[in-house]
């Protein structure tokens, strides 16, 4: 989820999700770290911060697959 989504941001959007039982991944991508704490608080997978590489993808494959309980992402 973009932390800058157009109209709403991501991380309020990810933070109202939470409470009402949303439970599944959530991968955070941002251009600063600014929002790193929050997405802890709201056990986010991972939190990317622009620009990403490949290894940077998987490794955030790799942990929100490993917290849904199936096989390793592979690139």
């Known amino acids: 989820m973009d932390i800058s989504l157009q109209g709403r941001d991501g991380m309020e959007s990810a933070k109202s999700l939470r409470p009402e039982g ?9 251009p600063t770290s600014e929002y ?8 986010a997978a991972h939190y990317l911060i622009n620009p990403v590489g490949q290894k940077e993808i998987d490794t955030a ?6 917290k849904l309980g199936h096989i390793k992402f592979m690139h």
Do not use: G, K, L
């Not at 949303?22 to 941002?30: A, C, G, L, Q």
């Not at 790193?36 to 056990?43: F, L, P, Q, S």
């Not at 494959?61 to 490993?66: D, K, L, P």
């Open 61 to 66: 494959m790799n942990r929100a697959i490993e």
């Open 36 to 43: 790193a704490m929050d997405a802890w608080e709201i056990r």
């Open 22 to 30: 949303f439970e599944d991944v959530i991968i955070f991508m941002s």
